[in-house]
Structures are given as structure tokens and as C-alpha cells.
């Protein structure tokens, strides 16, 4: 090898490892106070809600398994009472990888039947299935309430938004608002097709949370920081924007790639930047035209 070459595989090795590094240890589990008794967690993955008051703590999703110390650690700074429930807002990793250490913690899982399902009969990355304890006990399929630290959370399935197994939480008192991942703040969403997304469901599972929203509301977004009714709305406006513009070219004969590669559809929400790492704009136009075109 070269001296330049050693040097260059050197840096790459340096990058890589301090990248890798910022990935695993070094994420920092911060906590928001919404109201008296509800705080938003944020740290890697998933946003999660805490309630906490007499009756228990009770969680919203729980991001990945090494992190579940350090979010315990965080919310033991909240309450010294037991976990109490635990439910996920839908079944990806990133929201329900520390399932099985939160069971263990003493909460109840709970989420949408098809939640349950898919964790139970889709192996993990590394192909091994998940564990009993890592599933949820209460499953429902359309809504459901608990009544806890003096309110009550309403908790209601969208049909094929995200995926096929999405809840949002009202709490009713605090006027605090979990999306799950039917909202990502300033950004194009990620739409799992191969989990019954859809760009319809999507919009529609919007446009009923806002049904019971005010102006007041603190808004718990999947991903993305604190939002509001306000954002919440013109997150709405680029959906049904974005969908009628792809809906124009299908009409207009246009393939998938022509719509993947015609950038014009999407330049307005590009230039203000909701495009990310994960879903870029082509991979956005790609997955409307999918969903409207299957
Ligand atoms: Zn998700």
C-alpha cells in the first residue's frame, strides 16, 4: 500500500470510528416538561412521551436497546413510581427496540393489533426473532383509553398512514398530542409502503388529529423538535400539495422515473429543506408515485 493510500484508509478509519462513536455512546436523552405531569424525551430515534404522576409512569415508545438505561435513568428523574404502561405507536425499530428491556422494567405493552403482529413474524436485522417480552399484551384495533395520572389518554388507530398499525395519544388534560411517526417536523416523511403506508392514509391520519387539536395544543412529533398546531398544518399543506402535483404528472402519462426525476414537482418543499438523509426528494416523489399507482 501506498503512503497516501495508508494515510487515506487511516482517515476513513478515523472518521468512521468518532461517526460510529457519536452514533452508540455518546447519544444524550433530553427531557421537555409539556405540562404539569407529561414531558417529551428526546435522544436517538423515536420521540417518546412520559406521563407521570400517583398512578405510575406510563411511556410512549422507547427508541433503540442501548439506550434504554440512560432512558430510564431520565425518567427516574421524573417519578420514583413504578412503569406502569408502555405503548408504541407503531412497530419500527427505532420506537420499539427497547420493548423487551421496559418489560422488564414492569411495564404493560400495548399498541395496535397489527403492531403485535409484525413484531411477532418479522425477524430482526440480524435475523433473530423477537423475544415474548419484547411484544405487546394488550393489543386493540381501533381505539382505546387509559385513565392515568388524573386524565384520560385517548389513543386512536389511522388506517394506512405510516404503516398499517399507527396510534396517535390525545391527553385529554394536558392538551398534549403524540403523532407517532404520522408527523415529521420540517421534513418529507417516511412512508413504509411495504408495511401498508400510504400517502391517502397519511394525509387522512393528519387531518383527524387536527380534529382534536386547538391552538394550544403541544405537539409530540415521531421525529423532529416541540411543534404546534400551526406546523402541524403546513406539514399538511406540503402532503396534499406534493400529492397533487404527482397526481398531475400520473395524469399526465408520466412513468415512475420521470416522476422520481423531475425535481420541479418537489422544489418548493425542497428549497425549504425537508429533504434529509434518510428520505431525499427523489425518494419522496418515488414513493407518492407508488402509493397513488401501485
Ligand atoms: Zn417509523
Not at 161 to 188: C, I, P, Q
Request: hydrophobic fraction near 35%; avoid cysteine.
Amino acid at each position: 500500500m501506498t503512503p497516501s493510500k495508508k494515510l487515506l484508509k487511516l482517515l476513513i478509519l478515523l472518521i468512521s470510528s468518532s461517526f460510529y462513536a457519536q452514533n452508540t455512546n455518546e447519544v444524550i436523552i433530553e427531557t421537555f416538561q409539556l405540562s404539569n405531569n407529561v414531558y417529551m424525551l428526546v435522544g436517538q430515534g423515536g420521540n417518546i412521551g412520559v406521563s407521570v404522576g400517583d398512578d405510575g409512569v406510563f411511556i410512549i415508545d422507547d427508541q433503540f436497546a442501548r439506550l434504554s438505561s440512560k432512558i430510564e435513568a431520565a425518567i427516574k428523574k421524573l417519578s420514583a413510581k413504578p412503569f406502569q404502561f408502555l405503548v408504541n405507536t407503531h412497530w419500527h425499530g427505532d420506537h420499539t427496540g427497547g420493548n423487551e428491556n421496559m418489560h422488564k422494567l414492569g411495564a404493560t405493552i400495548i399498541a395496535h393489533d397489527n403492531v403485535y403482529k409484525r413484531l411477532k413474524e418479522t425477524p430482526k436485522r440480524d435475523k433473530s426473532m423477537r423475544p415474548k417480552a419484547a411484544l405487546p399484551v394488550i393489543t386493540f384495533n381501533d381505539k382505546l383509553n387509559i385513565h392515568i395520572n388524573g386524565e384520560q389518554v385517548a389513543i386512536f388507530h389511522v388506517n394506512n398512514a405510516h404503516t398499517d398499525g399507527d396510534a396517535l395519544l390525545y391527553f385529554t388534560e394536558s392538551n398534549v398530542l403524540h403523532t407517532g411517526d404520522t408527523y415529521f417536523k420540517n421534513r418529507y416523511p417516511y412512508i413504509d409502503l411495504n408495511s401498508g403506508g400510504s400517502i391517502d392514509g397519511y394525509i387522512k391520519a393528519v387531518k383527524s388529529a387536527l380534529i382534536l387539536i386547538d391552538d394550544d395544543t403541544k405537539i409530540i412529533p415521531g421525529h423532529g423538535s416541540l411543534s404546534n398546531k400551526a406546523e402541524y398544518l403546513s406539514f399538511l399543506k406540503m402532503l396534499e400539495t406534493l400529492r397533487a402535483n404527482v397526481q398531475a404528472e400520473i395524469d399526465l402519462g408520466k412513468t415512475e422515473d420521470e416522476v422520481a426525476k423531475n425535481s420541479s414537482i418537489t422544489k418548493y418543499y425542497d428549497d425549504l429543506n425537508y429533504h434529509w438523509n434518510f428520505i431525499n426528494s427523489e425518494k419522496f416523489r418515488r414513493t407518492i408515485y407508488k402509493s397513488l399507482k401501485p
